[in-house]
Nanobody
């Protein structure tokens, strides 16, 4: 397992941008597929984006495609989520996730994902 710590959340106006970061502990970061999920009040945790071990492939939920970009820096053990053109409906707690199986992250299999961060709040005001 890896330990994950998110940062970069905050309050932003609709149409603005935020960049989330997730720092991972351990020496085997590059062996983990990484993802971002979010959970709004009263709703289930949902898949946002995922990236393969080397960063060569990325996947997005339809609701964020074209607005969000996931990336990773294996030398820094960090994964990022650049969020542009934010909408009020993007308001949620955003969680970083890690699992050795890319498919587990991409299909959003929340109960099966090995490691989670503590979450960071993103609030978009309209």
């Amino acid at each position: 397992q890896v330990q994950l710590v998110e940062s970069g959340g905050g309050l932003v106006q609709a149409g603005g941008s935020l960049r989330l970061s997730c720092a991972a502990s351990g020496r085997t970061f590059s062996s983990y597929a990484m993802g971002w999920f979010r959970q709004a009040p009263g709703k289930k945790r949902e898949f946002v984006a995922a990236i393969s071990w080397s960063g060569g492939n990325s996947y997005y939920a339809d609701s964020v495609k074209g607005r969000f970009t996931i990336s990773r820096d294996n030398a820094k053990n960090t994964v990022y989520l650049q969020m542009n053109s934010l909408k009020a409906e993007d308001t949620a707690v955003y969680y970083c996730a890690a699992d050795k199986a890319l498919r587990t992250v991409v299909v959003g299999s929340v109960p099966d994902i090995g490691s989670w961060g503590q979450g960071t709040q993103v609030t978009v005001s309209s």
